[in-house]
C-alpha cells in the first residue's frame, strides 16, 4: 500500500489537500492483492507501509495489522483505476471487484471508477478528447464495467493519462471532474 498526500503551494506548505492516496497492487488473477486485504483496508486494519502478501493474508497477529484503526485510517471513497485500453476483465477479478464493492457498500463507503488510457482505447477520443462522451466504443465499456460490478455509470469517470500534451486543459478538465467527485 502506498499512502500520497499532496501538499498545497510550493517550498515549505505544510497544509495539504483533502486527499490521502492509498494505492494498492491490482487484483490479477492468479496473483494481486486479495479480496480479504482490499477489506481490512477499507475498515483501517492495514497500517501504513505494509506490503501486500497474495499468497498469504494480513492477519491480527501481525505486525501491519493496526488493530485500533482511527477514522483518519479508514476509506472514505473506494475509486477503482482500470485501462480503458486494456483487455476484458477476467470473470475472477469482476467477481473480486464486485464482492469489494459490496462489502464497501456496506460500510457505507461510496466507490467510483477512473478509466485511463482512452486515447489508446479509442482513435475517435485519440483525435479529439472533446469526443470523449459521444464515443460509443467507451458508452460501451463504461456500461459493460458498471454492469459487472455493479458501480452506477454517472461514477465511472473516463481520464487521458498525459503523455505529450501541449495544451492539456482537456486533459485536465476530466482529470478534475473525477477529482470532485471524489471529494
Known amino acids: 500500500m502506498k499512502l500520497t498526500k499532496s501538499k498545497k503551494g510550493r517550498g515549505q506548505s505544510k497544509t495539504y489537500y483533502p486527499f490521502v492516496f492509498n494505492d494498492v497492487m491490482g487484483l490479477e488473477k492468479g496473483g494481486g492483492v486479495r479480496a ?41 471513497v473506494l475509486v477503482c483505476v482500470l485501462s480503458a485500453n486494456a483487455a476484458e476483465i477476467t470473470d475472477s477479478v469482476l467477481k473480486k471487484m464486485a464482492e469489494i464493492r459490496e462489502l464497501a457498500s456496506d460500510l457505507g463507503i461510496p466507490q467510483m471508477a477512473i478509466g485511463t488510457n482512452i486515447d489508446l482505447a479509442c ?59 471524489i471529494h
Do not use: C, M, Q, W
Open 36 to 76: 480479504d486485504d482490499i477489506i481490512l483496508a477499507l475498515k483501517g486494519h492495514v497500517k501504513e507501509g505494509y506490503k501486500f502478501n497474495p499468497a498469504s493474508p494480513l492477519s491480527e497477529g501481525d505486525p501491519g495489522y493496526n488493530p485500533r484503526p482511527s477514522p483518519d485510517d479508514k476509506v472514505h
Open 123 to 181: 482513435p475517435e477520443t485519440e483525435n479529439d478528447l472533446k469526443n470523449v462522451y459521444k464515443s460509443k466504443y467507451l458508452k460501451k465499456k463504461v456500461n459493460d464495467f458498471s454492469a459487472s460490478v455493479g458501480i452506477p455509470v454517472n461514477y465511472i469517470f473516463p481520464v487521458k493519462n498525459y503523455s505529450n500534451e501541449i495544451h492539456i486543459n482537456d486533459v485536465d478538465s476530466l482529470i478534475l471532474s473525477a477529482l470532485r467527485k
